[in-house]
C-alpha cells in the first residue's frame, strides 16, 4: 500500500533554512507527481510545491525563489529545501501524491519564530 514518510521538521528563527524529506514506498515513485502541502494552523491545507515525474516544479507564490522541491527516484525520496523562513511558514508540512485517490504522510511540523 501507499506510504509517506515526512521527516525533517523543526524549530526555527526566520531567516534560517530547513530540509524537509518523503520516504515514498507501495507504488511507482519515479512516474508519480509529488506534492507538498502545509497547513497552518485554523487555515486549510494549501499546496506548496509540485514535482512531476519529469521534474517538472511549480510552487506557491509566497514561497517562490525560497524553497526548492526535489527527487531521488532511486531513493524513493522528495525533498523541500526552505531557505529564507518566515513565521508565516509555520504549519505542519504534508507529503502528497494522488493515485487514483489523496495519499498523505502524517506531516512533520515547522515552527518558525520571530
Known amino acids: 500500500q501507499v506510504h509517506l514518510v515526512e521527516s525533517g521538521g523543526g524549530l526555527v528563527q526566520a531567516g534560517g533554512s530547513l530540509r524537509l524529506s518523503c520516504a515514498a514506498s507501495?507504488?511507482?515513485?519515479?512516474?508519480?507527481?509529488m506534492r507538498w502541502y502545509r497547513q497552518a494552523p485554523g487555515k486549510q491545507r494549501e499546496v506548496v510545491a509540485t514535482?512531476?515525474?519529469?521534474?517538472?516544479?511549480n510552487y506557491a507564490d509566497s514561497v517562490k525563489g525560497r524553497f526548492t522541491v526535489s527527487r531521488d527516484n532511486a531513493e524513493k525520496t522528495m525533498y523541500l529545501q526552505m531557505n529564507s523562513l518566515k513565521p508565516e511558514d509555520t504549519g505542519v508540512y504534508y507529503c502528497?501524491?494522488?493515485?487514483?485517490?489523496?495519499?498523505w504522510g502524517q506531516g512533520t511540523q515547522v515552527t518558525v519564530s520571530s
Open positions: 502528497n501524491t494522488y493515485i487514483a485517490a489523496n495519499y
Open positions: 507501495g507504488f511507482m515513485f519515479s512516474i508519480s507527481t
Open positions: 514535482i512531476t515525474a519529469g521534474g517538472t516544479t
